[in-house]
């Protein structure tokens, strides 16, 4: 029949699709019992050895050493089978890094929360906390040690924009940097440290700030409550990162009408969100589409949609900064 595989590699392509669910599970593994850093000092480890420092069994470490083995983590001796040693990429898993973000999404909350994606596909409308008995996703999150848990993940993924930011944004004009929704403001605490002639407000949800820990400490920092459906503090720059993608098209007009409110003159808005192209569909973006309409009906945004959501809260986009992963925009008053 037209269309269908027919070679002899098949089944092993049918196999790669439907790996996901097992390898999710076995990545929240790896992390959950620190194997990475088992492998931090360089030095090849035989899987009796790695099985002993993280006190599992040695069968089932040897499984999932050589199950991660083949997608690059780990290179086995083929003189000395059973011996493995890490690769760069396995790194990446360390509490150093972003082992916490990648137990959250690969963890049992998570896990139970994608259980209901093919009634989100079905209906078209986020089934993710119905089918939990919560009233919305963020619900779902408050629970002992969960939301902890879920805003130092959040803490984490900002690594990545916080070197893009400061590596290819020039903030030195700005004298009120504005985070919205910047959790324990760690990102605008980077930006002060490199540019000292700036201030800046961590803006945040009164609920997140009861319960964040330890926040960022900085006499030019201030943290600050409220809703930005409501009002936002001044600034001549104000930052949203991984905030719009949270939200539907008209909700994210809103917020935007709102900073346009508070916004000073020749400020600029940077956005911090994935932006998907038709040209050059990226996984990890596609993956993030899904997930934010699965758990609010939202979804990551085309260059159109933000020209047009820019357009219609009274802005337009200055400049896409492609250096900085997964993307960035940044916006500014029309005329």
């Known amino acids: ?65 050589r199950y991660f083995t083949s997608i690059g983590f780990f290179e086995e001796d083929l003189n000395n089978l059973g011996t493995f040693k890490k690769t760069s990429k396995l790194s990446l898993f360390t509490s150093e890094k972003f082992a916490i973000f990648v137990e959250w999404c690969n963890g049992n909350l998570v896990y139970d929360m994608m259980k209901s994606i093919p009634g989100s596909i079905e209906t078209g409308e986020p089934q993710c906390h119905k089918s939990l008995g919560a009233n919305d996703w963020w619900d779902l999150i408050k629970t002992p040690g969960e939301e902890e848990f879920f805003k130092n993940t959040m803490k984490v993924s900002s690594c990545d924009a916080i070197k893009g930011a400061l590596n290819f944004i020039d903030f030195s004009s700005f004298k009120k940097i504005v985070d919205i929704g910047g959790s324990h403001g760690t990102f605008v605490g980077e930006i002060l440290e490199k540019y000292p002639n700036s201030h800046g407000t961590n803006f945040d949800l009164e609920s997140f700030f009861n319960g964040a820990g330890e926040l960022i400490k900085n006499p030019r920092l201030e943290h600050k409550s409220g809703n930005f459906f409501e009002s936002v503090p001044e600034g ?14 008209e909700d994210c007009i809103k917020i935007l009408e709102t900073i346009g409110k508070s916004i000073l003159p020749n400020g600029k808005v940077i956005i911090f969100d994935c932006i998907i192209d038709p040209k050059n569909y990226i996984k990890g973006h596609l993956y993030l589409d899904v997930m934010m309409f699965h758990f609010f009906g939202s979804e990551e945004k085309t260059i159109q949609q933000f020209t047009d959501i820019s357009d219609k809260a009274g802005f337009k986009i200055d400049k896409v900064v492609n250096e900085i992963p997964n993307y960035c925009l940044i916006i500014s008053k029309k005329d």
């Open 1 to 65: 029949m037209e269309g269908i595989i027919e070679n002899n590699n098949s089944f092993d392509y049918l196999l790669n699709c439907i790996t996901g669910l097992i390898e999710s599970r076995l990545i929240f593994t790896l992390v959950k019992y620190k194997v990475p850093e088992v492998f931090e000092d360089g030095l090849p480890k035989t899987y009796q050895q790695v099985a002993e420092k993280t006190k599992t069994s040695p069968i089932g470490i040897h499984k999932l050493l």
């Open 236 to 249: 001549d720059c104000y930052i949203l990162k991984r905030v719009l993608h949270d939200w539907k098209d």
